[in-house]
Each structure stands twice: as C-alpha cells, then as structure tokens.
C-alpha cells in the first residue's frame, strides 16, 4: 500500500510518513505497513489501554468475523503512552480494500464499545473538554485546546529563559549532588543490611542526580549530561567504599581500620582482599554504567531539545476543522 492510498482510505492528514486524524472519536495514526511480504496499514487509536485479557478477547473475535477474512488483528502497545490499541489490516492478496476497511473499522467500534474502551474526552493541559487540535502532547496524540497548547509552549519557554537567569547550572549541580546521594541510598542500605549485592539498584544514581539537577531548577544542557555520567560513577564506587569499609570495621574491631587503609586495599594488588574488593568495585561501576544507559534518552535531554520538541509538536498541530472525517 501507498502512503497516498492510506490516506485517502483513513481521511487522515499527512505528518511526515504518518497519517493523523480522528478515527471514531480516538485521535488516531495510521501508518503503511512496511517490510517484506508485508502489505497493509496500522492504526494506532489513543485513550484508554486496552488489558492484555481485553485485547486477546478482541482478538478472538475479529478472527471469527467471516466479513474481515482473518486480516484485522489488534495489539497493545506498551511502548507508547496512551495507546487504546495497534489495529493492523492486511491488505495482502485478493479482496477490496475498501470495503475490508470499513468492515474493520466497524467491528473495532463494536468490540472498543463492548469492552468500554474510550478516548481521553478532555484536554490534558486545562482537563476541560470542547478541545480544537490534535497534537501530540506530552507523549500520546490528543485533543487539546489551541489556546492551552499557545500558553503552555510559551509558558516553557519563559521557564528554560528564567533558569538561565537564576544561576544556570549553580542549582543545577547542588540538585545533582543531594539527588546523587538519595538515588545512591537504596543501593548503600541493601548492602548494609544484606550485606548482598543487589547491582541494579545501582542504576538509581543515574536517575536520582538528573532527577535533583531538574527539580532544583538548573539549566539542562551538555553540562548537566556529563555531571550525571561522572557524578554517578563517583557515587558508585564511593557507596562501594564505603560499604567496604564498614565490613573491614565489623571484620577487625581490635584493628578499627580507617577509611583511608580501606582505600589503601583497593590500591594495593598484594593485600589479600584486594581482589575481592576490586572486583566488587567493577561490579558497582557496571551497574552505575548500566545506569546511565537505560536512563540515557533521558539524561541526554537539554531545554534546547524540549524547546524544540515542542516547537516540532507545535507546528505539527492539526485543527479539527481540517479533519471532515472520524471513520
Ligand atoms: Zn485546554
């Protein structure tokens, strides 16, 4: 299937590859399938997600639908916030395309209806309702308000403006330094109190430096990206020492070995815990690297990305009133 063919089946308005419009009252993008031997379209309907028991149910039926050929499916979308459901048309081999489209878009009423599967009815910034736009709005495609949508944008846009102002990074590193310390603190109580490695709460320092550098106020920029890498792998391997240090206390009390002979272990190869220590080390600054990559989309992101985030979103706005269809 074409781009231009899909469109002219859904009544959608053309975003780049995609299609966007309203299907049924959901905000809704329709998509060509691609790939090989693969012919078709996906129409990602926004609202209420679906449960995985809602969607095999679905499932069943649209198979048993004699009119649909056993070419409609519908999935979940765990990926995408706000999805109600992916459903997928096949278009392969015989058999008019119209009138299997339309057949699909009214059993995927009849089964959404059945199963009280609805679209978000108001706005997501004023939770009103009577909204006049579609836009992808903080993740999932919704109806908004233009005016909310206007406001919003601008009001980010004096905010990112503001922080500049008000010390730029200064608030930024003591939010990171404190976060870096609280996200280090399950880590640090599970090898207290189990005295057990639990590395992926190791990960948390990551989140818990970019976390206190965003809500003290700083200005995210590559600055902040590599604060949190270098920060979180100082807190990991402090929180290790650390540790280390409180098991070598325990271990000799007559000795009551100071932070700084703990340290000197790491350092030197021939103490006969050194490689035991060490290798808890590494331990520690891969879990804090793993860390930073799962959090990386996040980490990485500056006010100049946001801004432009928004400003794309922005102009990809679609009026309803452009939109004469919703089936
Ligand atoms: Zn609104």
Not at 56 to 77: E, F, P, W
Not at 111 to 137: K, M
Not at 163 to 192: E, S, T
Request: aromatic content about 10%; overall charge negative; some cysteine.
């Amino acid at each position: 299937m074409e781009r231009e063919q899909m469109l002219q089946l859904t009544g959608f308005q053309p975003v780049g590859d995609v299609g966007r419009g309203l299907l049924l009252g959901f905000p809704a993008e329709a998509e060509v399938l691609s790939g090989f031997m693969k012919d078709g379209l996906t129409l990602r309907l926004y609202g209420d997600a679906a449960t995985g028991k809602q969607i095999k149910a679905m499932n069943k039926q649209l198979k048993d639908d004699a009119r649909l050929n056993g070419k409609v499916s519908i999935a979940a979308d765990a990926e995408t916030p706000g999805v109600a459901g992916v459903v997928t048309i096949s278009a392969a081999g015989e058999g008019d395309i119209n009138s299997l489209y339309r057949n699909a878009i009214d059993a995927v009423e009849k089964l959404f209806r059945e199963e009280g599967i609805n679209p978000v009815p108001n706005c997501p910034i004023c939770e009103q309702t009577g909204g006049d736009t579609l836009v992808h709005f903080d993740g999932p495609l919704c109806v908004v308000h233009m005016t909310c949508l206007r406001n919003w944008k601008n009001a980010r846009e004096e905010e990112v403006a503001l922080k500049a102002h008000n010390g730029g990074h200064m608030r930024g590193f003591i939010g990171g330094f404190i976060g870096g310390v609280v996200g280090a603190a399950p880590a640090f109580i599970a090898l207290m109190l189990t005295n057990y490695f639990v590395g992926l709460l190791f990960a948390l320092i990551p989140l818990g430096t970019f976390y206190g550098w965003k809500l003290a106020g700083g200005k995210l920029d590559r600055i902040t990206t590599i604060f949190v890498v270098l920060y979180s792998l100082v807190v990991g391997v402090f929180v290790e020492i650390i540790d280390s240090w409180l098991v070598l206390r325990e271990a000799l009390p007559a000795f009551n070995p100071s932070l700084w002979y703990t340290i000197q272990v790491y350092l030197n190869p021939a103490h006969r815990w050194h490689d035991l220590f060490f290798r808890h080390l590494l331990m520690a600054l891969g879990f804090t690297l793993l860390g930073i990559f799962i959090s990386w989309s996040m980490i990485r992101k500056t006010d100049k990305h946001e801004l432009a985030d928004n400003q794309a979103a922005f102009d990809e706005a679609i009026p309803l009133s452009q939109l004469t269809r919703d089936r």
